[in-house]
């Protein structure tokens, strides 16, 4: 599957200039055609499809990105009860309040679970709702789970950690290496701070460029993961 995924994005996006640029742009628009880009590719289509109708693209990309809300709005709430009051604190002009104060141990246990939770099921979500075009199949609880034994829960789980690593790897590479590169400059070559800013700069851009491919790595390789689930059946 991540061979599969490697080959779609060379050809898909490498291989063709314009289609990678034009997912620069959709990725400059707040990633909102991005994600409708995502969407298609979430509901089978082989090759990369084209970057055009951009008013679908905006369209699709503002649907997924209100079902990663809604899922994100449990998250949301915890996070307000555990630190609304630091918050508030902080907002009275009274930081001194704030050495006797600590998070609610459980309330911040129980957000890092749910993160890993949604963060668990939202891929099938995605896609199950790119494929029926149905808002509620997307928090269709049961139906996702269903999904996610077929595929086997081993190797779901496996899947997730395994495109996170791909991912991650390049991306803090890019990030370390640039601050480290950044850092020599400065040491050796007598430069100042905006030395450093301008190598952080450039490994935004570079990420910035790079972005297009990660994004449709990801979303075929999970497409992958998802389809298996009917050759498991």
Not at 12 to 33: F, H, T, Y
Not at 132 to 141: D, G, L, P, Y
């Amino acid at each position: 599957m991540l061979n599969d995924a490697f080959h779609y994005t060379k050809e898909g996006i490498l291989g063709s200039a314009d289609r990678w640029m034009k997912l620069i742009l959709a990725i400059i628009c707040l990633g909102i055609p991005m994600n409708g880009y995502v969407m298609r590719i979430y509901r089978g289509a082989d090759p990369a499809p084209e970057v055009d109708q951009w008013g679908t693209l905006f369209v699709d990309g503002l649907k997924l990105i209100a079902v990663g809300i809604i899922y994100a709005i449990p998250v949301m709430i915890i996070w307000a009860f555990a630190y609304g009051s630091m918050l508030l604190t902080l907002m009275q002009g009274n930081p001194a309040a704030m050495e006797n104060w600590s998070p609610n141990v459980g309330l911040l246990g129980l957000f890092y679970l749910l993160e890993i939770i949604i963060g668990i099921i939202m891929p099938v979500a995605a896609i199950r709702f790119a494929r029926t075009a149905s808002f509620s199949e997307a928090f269709n609880v049961g139906a996702i789970l269903e999904t996610i034994k077929k595929i086997g829960w081993i190797n779901y789980l496996i899947a997730l950690i395994l495109i996170t690593i791909v991912i991650a790897i390049p991306v803090c590479i890019i990030i370390f290496g640039m601050i480290l590169i950044g850092g020599i400059s400065m040491y050796m070559l007598g430069g100042n701070a905006a030395t450093l800013f301008g190598f952080i700069a450039a490994a935004i851009l570079i990420i910035l460029a790079l972005a297009p491919l990660f994004a449709v790595f990801q979303a075929r390789y999970m497409t992958r993961v998802y389809d298996s689930a009917a050759r498991e059946a």
